[in-house]
């Protein structure tokens, strides 16, 4: 795979070009190696290893806390601490200044590793959107955090009765008391709903987790505005904290109503959080406390910057399991023998077997499946140079980058969703009945990938 990946960055997508622009000027291809090399170190040794053990060890909650393995802290300590979490952030704030492309390509060797242990996309697309959206308090309080990985990052659009529709999003944020403007963290609500299907909503992977939360303000009658433009958007942490960003000691009125079992990507806990139930405050004084970002009634629009982000990475993640099965099954096929050979006079059954890949129906499977991979792979890092030149490319060139990307972006998360998920499928039947068991990789990878056309947005829609 990393062949693959350096033809692409650099004989395809010139990607030490970009050196030249003076975001990316101290970085070379030496430095774009170094942090391809450092992950995939990375990956190979805190991530692959554990893939199927997170997919057993599902997590669970102790009535307290959730449990995760060993393995997962470990892993996310790794990640945290190669800096990735804040790749694309200036220097100054601790960041690499790193294009997005050699970013999204550094990140793949995790998907590839194991998607369902997860490396930083939710939390990094999180702290993005709060350094574009959001207050300089906001910045150094919650987004500062995330970056360093001391705290995560959730989004939590998803409600029980408004998944695809987001218009009919019913979670309540009202004022919270007269001097709400005041609060130094931003204008103070208080809210009361419930979040449906919250991916990484409560876990103790971290010391506290910023949730990015849609709800609505209710207008002077007291009802909600119909429609998404009545949406806002709130931080909602778990565990309160001052405006220097000390906790207090309190939690927050966030409470995990339960964990969702899910068919794949085990590893990752997914979440139906009740938010201003009173579980954890004083009685009469129920209510999440969440923090406005941006202005009212314009939520749905900043969370598009992080979906827009986490379309590219589900994409990527798509396709790492494509390659991952097509990898698995590849070295199977050549393994595997069954059969004879067809000579001129047909087969002959006192001649040895021949390894599966000799056949020509398992040659196909296992093209498909590299077509399907290293195709998506090339769009994903196409888009995401696409994205490194709507930040740092001539005017002409962004507009045009940001025009192609509206097209590009639902494309770079369905496409892969559905054909590398086909080609996880072709893993399968490459490896016939074993493929069908969990002695072998290859159906955990079409488990975990099953998700990908469902989330981040309709699929065909
Ligand atoms: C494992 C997992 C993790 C998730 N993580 C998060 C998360 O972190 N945060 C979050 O907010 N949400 C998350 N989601 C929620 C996810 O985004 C929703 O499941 C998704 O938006 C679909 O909503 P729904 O499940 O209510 O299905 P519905 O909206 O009920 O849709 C059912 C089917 O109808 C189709 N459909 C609905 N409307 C249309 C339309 N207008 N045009 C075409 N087709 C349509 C859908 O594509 C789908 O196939 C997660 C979901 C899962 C399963």
């Not at 906790?247 to 139906?272: P, S, Y």
């Not at 970002?293 to 910057?305: E, Q, Y």
Request: charged letters at 20%; a negative charge.
């Amino acid at each position: 795979m990393r062949a693959t990946v350096d033809f692409l960055l650099h004989d395809w997508l010139r990607v030490t070009e970009l050196t030249a622009r003076p975001r990316f000027a101290e970085h070379s291809a030496e430095t774009f190696a170094q942090v391809l090399d450092t992950c995939e170190r990375i990956a190979r040794e805190k991530y692959a290893p554990f893939n199927r053990l997170v997919d057993t060890e599902e997590p669970r909650f102790d009535g307290e806390k959730v449990i995760l393995p060993q393995a997962t802290h470990d892993a996310w300590k790794a990640y945290a601490e190669s800096g990735m979490l804040a790749a694309a952030q200036d220097v100054e704030l601790g960041g690499m200044q790193l294009p997005y492309t050699v970013e999204s390509a550094a990140n793949a060797f995790f998907a590839r590793a194991s998607v369902s242990i997860g490396a930083g996309m939710l939390t990094t697309g999180n702290a993005n959107l709060l350094m574009s959206h959001g207050t300089e308090r906001q910045k150094a309080v919650f987004a500062a955090n995330e970056f360093s990985g001391r705290w995560s990052g959730t989004m939590c659009l998803s409600e029980p009765q408004a998944g695809s529709s987001l218009s009919d999003v019913a979670t309540r944020a009202t004022p919270d008391g007269d001097d709400f403007e005041a609060d130094p963290l931003g204008p103070r609500y208080r809210l009361r709903g419930h979040k449906m299907w919250i991916s990484a909503g409560e876990h103790e992977l971290t010391e506290n987790i910023v949730h990015l939360v849609l709800a609505k303000i209710p207008g002077p009658d007291g009802k909600l505005v119909p429609g998404t433009k009545g949406i806002s958007l709130f931080i909602v942490p778990k565990k309160l904290v001052d405006a220097g960003g000390c906790l207090t000691g309190e939690r927050n009125d966030v409470a995990l109503a339960g964990l969702n079992h899910k068919c794949g990507w085990r590893g990752t806990t997914n979440t139906l959080l009740n938010f201003g139930e009173g579980k954890f405050r004083p009685a009469g004084q129920a209510g999440a406390i969440g923090y406005l970002v941006g202005r009212p009634g314009d939520g749905l629009r900043c969370m598009f910057h992080m979906m827009n982000e986490a379309r590219i990475g589900v994409g990527m993640a798509a396709t790492m399991l494509g390659m991952a099965g097509y990898e698995a099954s590849l070295e199977y096929a050549r393994q595997r023998p069954q059969g004879r050979a067809i000579g001129p006079a047909g087969k002959d059954p006192s001649q040895p077997q021949i390894p599966i890949i000799e056949h020509a129906d398992v040659k196909r499977m296992l093209l498909a499946q590299k077509t399907y991979a290293e195709g998506a792979l090339a769009l994903e890092l196409y888009c995401a140079r696409l994205v490194d030149e709507q930040h740092t490319g001539d005017e002409a060139a962004a507009r045009d980058a940001a025009l192609l990307l509206e097209v590009l972006t639902p494309i770079a998360k369905s496409w892969p969703s559905e054909w590398c998920l086909e080609g996880n499928s072709l893993a399968i039947q490459v490896l016939g009945g074993y493929g069908y068991t969990r002695d072998f990789p290859v159906e955990q990878y079409w488990r975990d990938n099953r998700l990908n056309m469902i989330h981040e947005g309709t699929h065909g829609g």
